[in-house]
Every structure is written in C-alpha cells, then in structure tokens.
C-alpha cells in the first residue's frame, strides 16, 4: 500500500487539528520519551507536533488524541543531536514491514521528521526502514508495536532516536 506523502499528510493534518482539543504531556505518561519541554509551535494540534516524543501515548483510545489513533508513528533525525524539537528530516521514506518483510505500508515523514499513520496494519511483529538520498536504515528484530518512540529513545530498549545520518 503506499500512500501519496501529500496528499497523506494533508488528510493525517486535518484528523490532527479534531484529534486534540489540547495538548497537555503530563497526562500522558511517557510521551515525552526523554525530550526537552516543547517550545509553543510543538503544542500546535497539527501533523508536524511534539517531534521525538510518544504519539501513541495520546493517539490511541481512551487517550487525549482519541479522535485519531495511529497505528504506527515516530520521527526520524539526521544526526546524533540529543533535542527533540529540532533536526528531524523531511521527506524520508518510512517502509513498515511485517516480520516477513511484506511492506504493510510507505509513509514519508513531515517537516518535522514526524510519520505517523491510522491505516489498520496487520502484522504479528513489525520491522520499520527508513531512506532518503541513498541512505538506507534498516531494524534489525522485528517488534510487536508501531510506537516507535516508545523504544526509540535514550532510555529504550533500541538505546536512542531513529537517525539516518
């Protein structure tokens, strides 16, 4: 399945800007992923909001975001930069796979290096690879959820953010 990255993040802006009255991250544990305090524009309800932290912390039912749950979602960087708020690169290819390699899905991030998607994807364990420019990053073990920050952070068990550097 691919989806168009205009035309995608265009349609996942507008479930964005009614998913989320407000955006409060201490009422929602582990969202912050180890980031900095957001600046004013990362609270904007829109697609391009709180890079590096846990979307699913809040886009999933029951969550303050309920009005639009993502099934997979993170953000890619272009170094080793510890700051959440900026560096995130734009126009990366993101291929969700299962864990046998069938591509469920092809996202490209947003300005802010942010991909995120509310297509039901049918997988037991889910193996992410991200490109751009010829440069290719490839998860290594499949895992069993598209929160991707939830691992992806400097506390995670995958040790750090998702850098194609």
Not at 49 to 73: F, I, N
Request: hydrophobic share 35%.
């Amino acid at each position: 399945m691919f989806m168009n990255p205009r035309l995608g993040i265009a349609v996942l802006a507008m479930f964005g800007l009614s998913a989320c009255a407000e955006v409060n991250l201490d009422t929602a544990p582990g969202a912050a992923a180890g980031c900095e305090d957001p600046t004013e524009d990362n609270l904007v309800p829109q697609a391009p909001m709180l890079p590096g932290r846990s979307c699913m912390a809040c886009h999933r039912q029951g969550g303050q975001a309920s009005g639009a749950v993502w099934t997979a979602s993170g953000t890619v960087y272009g170094s080793g930069s510890s700051a959440c708020n900026s560096g995130g690169l734009e126009g990366v290819k993101v291929e969700l796979a299962d864990e046998n390699r069938k591509i469920l899905i092809t996202l490209y991030t947003n300005r802010s290096g942010n991909f995120f998607t509310a297509e039901p994807l049918q997988y037991e364990k889910l193996i992410a690879r991200v490109s751009k420019d010829g440069k290719i990053k490839e998860m290594s073990t499949p895992v069993p959820s598209g929160d991707c920050a939830g691992c992806h952070n400097p506390t995670g068990p995958a040790g750090g953010r998702i850098y194609l550097n």
